[in-house]
């Protein structure tokens, strides 16, 4: 989930806002009425973080489940879809939020029925997260409330560069994330990019890996990252594919943290939250 994109983001948001948005645009005079349902995890989780209850329509099933949505308690309440069309026949809907996971038919027959939509793309970069956030706010009428949340991420996000860039980046520390059936995260990805923003080198571009390649367990043990970054344990659903997280040969051998899998399946304002945590882990090992 660059740190010299603080000096371009103003000038690239700039852009992204100003530019047409035609899918939405004939509503843009009704936005604070806008009822608006959600097709996608990601698209749910930015609404529910900056509408108004009232002005939440539907969302997905996903976002009920605590090992996907952060907010799945508060999630519950609302009406649930299964991220298709005709899940919102009989809603009274002014806007429908789509992502990558959106069908194509499911999009088309949007069209079909003349509903107004706003897709967005997983956020790979805290750059592109901002751009969603000021978009969907935006569009259903919370300019304010995405405004004051991105201003907040970004002075916590500078602070805690500002403090990476007391060290220099030869003497950062090493990082890994671990994902089940040793996934990891290379260049390109927003984890990636937390890292680096609190003072970390990823382990896993060191050795050319790429977002979602396997960390062969004998490559992780040869570089022998300072910090090992994996999920916290789900007990109520074991699956071979933790084993890996679990092996006996990782154990005592580096500093282990564990992050809530929801906390970063869909980008939010509270990744500065993680890249928080990340930095208080490092201050731990320079000491």
């Excluded at 843009?28 to 608006?36: F, P, S, Y």
């Amino acid at each position: 989930m660059g740190i010299s994109i603080f000096s371009r983001l103003g000038l690239c948001i700039i852009v992204a806002v100003l530019a047409p948005i035609a899918s939405y645009g004939t509503a843009a005079g009704t936005t604070e009425k806008l009822r608006i349902a959600s097709f996608n995890l990601c698209t749910d989780t930015l609404l529910l973080q900056y509408a108004d209850p009232q002005q939440v329509a539907s969302i997905t099933w996903l976002s009920s489940d605590e090992n996907l949505s952060p907010i799945a308690t508060y999630a519950q309440q609302f009406h649930r879809n299964q991220g298709r069309a005709e899940d919102i026949l009989r809603l009274s809907v002014d806007l429908v939020l789509t992502g990558p996971s959106t069908s194509t038919a499911t999009r088309a027959m949007l069209r079909h029925m003349h509903v107004p939509t706003l897709h967005l793309d997983d956020a790979t970069s805290i750059n592109a997260l901002s751009i969603n956030i000021r978009r969907l706010t935006q569009a259903i009428g919370q300019s304010a409330r995405g405004k004051e949340s991105l201003l907040q991420m970004h002075e916590k996000l500078t602070e805690i560069t500002n403090t990476a860039d007391k060290t220099p980046k030869d003497q950062w520390p090493y990082a890994a994330f671990l994902q089940p059936n040793g996934l990891t995260v290379g260049y390109g990805s927003l984890s990636n990019e937390l890292l680096n923003l609190a003072g970390f080198r990823n382990s896993a571009t060191l050795l050319g890996l790429r977002t979602y390649q396997r960390f062969p367990l004998e490559s992780l043990l040869r570089a022998q990252p300072d910090l090992l970054i994996a999920p916290t344990d789900q007990p109520k659903y074991p699956a071979l594919a933790q084993e890996l997280l679990q092996h006996p040969a990782l154990s005592g051998t580096m500093l282990r943290h564990q992050i809530d899998p929801s906390t970063l399946i869909c980008a939010t304002s509270r990744i500065a939250d993680v890249a928080m945590t990340l930095a208080t882990k490092r201050q731990q090992l320079v000491r």
